[in-house]
């Protein structure tokens, strides 16, 4: 007879990270088993998401020990870190920006959250001729001191001080009541002390502002995956979905969604496109796999993924549950 067991949707191995406007940050991020991480978004002055290359160098008080360049999304991330203190420098477009520099601290299996706001240049300000414009620049009503506190928000937030955070987020909001951004990144710092109503009311309200906005979007359905409301989750991240196909967070939580609603064919070609697409930071996409096919009663297919779960996160956050299954299943 097939093995039963509940599905357990537990999440205290998530983290996310700031988003903005349509393009996500705030996706979960899981660490990779040998070490810390870093995923970092890099900001333009009005708090904006970059949407040209930038050079991102990691370095010790040793010198250099890598270098990346950011997505067409202002966002990077380092893998396999040894924890310590490293020190990142962003080199984006010298005629425009200053060299922006600033210091993180890794830890063991965990990721380290970072966002980097760049300074205009003097000269860039009265440089003519064209260059590449932002979707979040073009709302050119956001007050100055919105930004501003917006700005300090986000800086707060890489820190790792949520209240602070949370504090400057709102304070651009009173001063700007459509600031999609800080709507967006208020609801995740709510998220983020599991003030799960308090963070969904945010998210929505950053949809009301743009419905075409992917990030909060994502954040909603996260929020509306822990609170088990499976069905209103995956019709959100299917629309998310048709922004952007291939993003492996989404197709994860719409994997987690529709197991969650008993959808266990959609669920596992959800799962295995997920961690197809991200790898090893989304290993919950396998400890998933194995609760699917144990329920299936395919019990050989379930032990290798619990197998596979525990490679990739041995100290992941149901590591501990990968291996009393695996016992069963022996």
Known sequence: MPLKLTMKFRFSGLQWAIGS?????????????????????VLLPNGSLLNERARIILQTDRGIKSNVYTDERGHFQFNALTPAIYEIVVEADRDRFETSRATVEV?????????????????????SG??????????????????????????????????????????????????????NDLGAQLLAQRKLDEAKA???????????????????AIVLVQQK?????????????????????????????????????????ALKSAHELGGAPYAMALFHLGQIYMNKGQRKPAREMFQSYLREAPNGPDAA??????????
């Open 21 to 41: 406007a349509a393009i996500l940050f705030f996706a979960p991020v899981w660490a990779v088993a040998q070490g810390g991480s870093i995923n970092g978004n």
């Open 229 to 269: 409301q499976f069905s209103e989750a995956a019709g959100m991240l299917k629309t998310a979905l048709a922004f952007q196909p291939d993003s492996p967070a989404a197709i994860l939580y719409y994997g987690l969604a529709l197991e969650g609603s008993n959808d266990f064919e959609g669920a596992e070609r």
């Open 130 to 183: 064209p260059r590449v414009v932002s979707t979040g620049e073009l709302d050119a009503a956001i007050p100055a001191s919105a930004r501003k506190e917006f700005e300090r928000g986000s800086e707060a937030a890489g820190s790792g001080k949520i209240d602070d955070a949370i504090a400057h987020f709102r304070r651009a909001i009173v001063i700007y009541p459509q600031y999609l951004m800080a709507h």
């Open 202 to 220: 945010e998210f929505r309200r950053a949809i009301q502002i743009d419905p075409k906005a992917f990030n909060p979007r994502l954040n909603l």
């Open 107 to 127: 830890f063991p299996n965990a990721p380290s959250i970072i966002n980097i706001s760049l300074k205009q240049k003097k000269a860039a300000e009265s440089r």
């Open 321 to 330: 549950e990968a291996r009393k299954m695996i016992g069963v299943l022996r």
